[in-house]
């Protein structure tokens, strides 16, 4: 049994005695992962829960409790688990093979979608995952302009490789992360998350930077958001100043709407990064955008302009059962209001959480923008009306932060309620939550609180 967390705590006990088919592979887990874990965001102390199946906006752990999934594979199911018209495509992609190692027609309907989908995809490159996608897309980046850096706005994430692992939630300095040579993570400029003039003043002095990379609703999906007039003003000032738009819509491409927040706000970077919904639960991802840029991939325009091309493989790219999958989502998207439910669910979903916040008398706040929540732990202390909180004023650091444990705590009480949240703490919703989700969402967080006011942690 691990023992890393007090188990004195009520919430702890109860979690155990709940989850004890949960913790026995959690300690078999160990044995075989670092932490036992499989990816950063699964990690929960004493341990997390395992999943044998989910259906719809609901999942079921080894020990055979129901649980309202606001995880949403990591923001990937827009449409929830298991669409039935999704799993039909892939049933039959899986049918014809799992990878033909030569083109097909799926990723060519693929293609047209998020062509059709995406305002600034004059040209696609797929990839495996979102991570890679960023990475092309610095290359790309820097092979059109002939320049090295790159500006990168902190807490935002763009996953793992080299270029960006510092930033995200230290080395807001520009130091570089562990593993990473300092040379390479001196080639990203670290910026204040709001500061436009910080932009300004950097891209006046430096004429070596080659792109610009954010979340356009900002950090998390917004927990450090963006306000829309700062992508209005970023837009201008890299196109001015002849420096590449990065758009990383991995978790907002066809969430936020259709178009992702491009369509939303009205601004067309030069590239887009995707992944997540893009292929319907499954693994892939993808570099979009102006064609002039991506033609450093084409084989026929590297030669007539006597270059050397960016070579780009990948085993996986636009794998057939990924396609299959992202076609059948994206034509849902393309069709129906999606993207409208979900944002209205967690427009819904917010203020009665703040209203528990204050029923319960607890300086908290929860909020957020189009199908996302996040709940603010108030780190620093401050006076905070939960039904009146403006997250712009207070510093970006303090979004970002959680006083140590409050979080495990308030993720193992939520479990015992029936719900799974994240670890921002926070979530995302779907398509295909409903009002009954809803209502036990807001009755497991008032419980959840009161156990927490229980413990004294509140």
Same mark, same amino acid.
């Given at each position: ?53 989910? *259906? ?40 014809? !093979? ?16 998020? *062509? ?46 080299? *270029? ?13 992360a562990p593993g990473v040579l300092p040379e ?104 979009? !955008? ?69 029923? *319960? ?25 939960p039904t009146a909180f403006d997250p712009f004023d207070h510093p970006f ?62």
């Amino acid at each position: 049994m691990n023992e890393a967390f007090p188990s004195n705590s009520e919430i702890v006990a109860s979690y155990r005695a709940k989850t004890a088919s949960s913790e026995r592979l959690a300690d078999e887990a160990r044995h075989l992962f670092p932490s036992g874990i499989t990816h950063d965001s699964r990690h929960l102390q004493p341990y997390g829960i395992y999943v044998t199946r989910a *259906q719809g906006s609901h999942k079921w752990d080894v020990d055979g409790h129901e649980y309202v999934d606001c995880f949403g594979g990591h923001g990937a199911l827009l449409l929830g688990h298991n669409h039935p018209r999704v799993l039909a495509a892939v049933r039959d992609a899986l049918a014809h !093979g799992t990878h033909f190692g030569s083109n097909h027609v799926l990723e060519l309907r693929w293609g047209q979608l998020v *062509q059709r989908l995406m305002p600034g995809a004059e040209r696609i490159r797929f990839t495996s995952s979102g991570t890679e996608a960023t990475h092309l897309a610095l290359r790309l980046a820097r092979a059109h302009t002939g320049r090295r850096k790159f500006l990168r706005f902190n807490t935002h994430f763009h996953g793992w490789h080299d *270029q960006v692992a510092s930033g995200y939630n230290a080395h807001f300095d520009g130091s570089p992360a562990p593993g990473v040579l300092p040379e390479v993570a001196r080639m990203a400029v670290p910026l204040h998350p709001w500061d436009i003039d910080q932009v300004r003043t950097v891209l006046a002095g430096d004429n070596d930077v080659a792109a610009a990379i954010l979340e356009p609703t900002g950090a998390t999906f917004g927990m450090v958001p963006t306000r829309p007039e700062f992508l209005t003003a970023l837009r201008e000032l890299t196109a001015e100043h002849g420096v590449v738009l990065i758009f990383d819509e991995v978790v907002t491409g066809f969430r936020v709407a259709p178009g992702g927040a491009q369509a939303r706000f009205g601004v067309t970077p030069d590239l887009t990064t995707l992944a997540k919904i893009l292929s319907g639960g499954l693994p892939g991802g993808a570099v979009v !955008g102006r064609k002039e840029i991506l033609d450093h991939i084409d084989f026929a325009v590297a030669e007539s302009r006597g270059r050397e091309r960016i070579q780009h493989q990948g085993t996986y790219n636009a794998n057939p059962l990924s396609a299959a999958a992202g076609v059948a989502a994206l034509e849902i998207i393309a069709e129906g209001d999606a993207c409208e439910t979900a944002n209205a669910y967690a427009t819904a979903l917010r203020p009665r959480l703040n209203e528990v916040l204050e029923e *319960q008398g607890v300086a908290w706040a929860v909020y957020g923008t189009f199908s996302a929540f996040h709940v603010f732990t108030n780190p620093g202390n401050r006076d905070v009306k939960p039904t009146a909180f403006d997250p712009f004023d207070h510093p970006f650091e303090d979004l970002r932060n959680n006083r140590p444990g409050i979080v495990a705590k308030l993720r193992m009480a939520m479990l015992l309620g029936g719900v799974d949240i994240t670890g921002w703490p926070g979530g995302t919703n779907s398509a295909v939550h409903t009002a009954d989700d809803l209502e036990r969402t807001v009755a497991a967080f008032r419980e959840a609180v009161v156990m927490l006011k229980r413990e004294g942690e509140l």
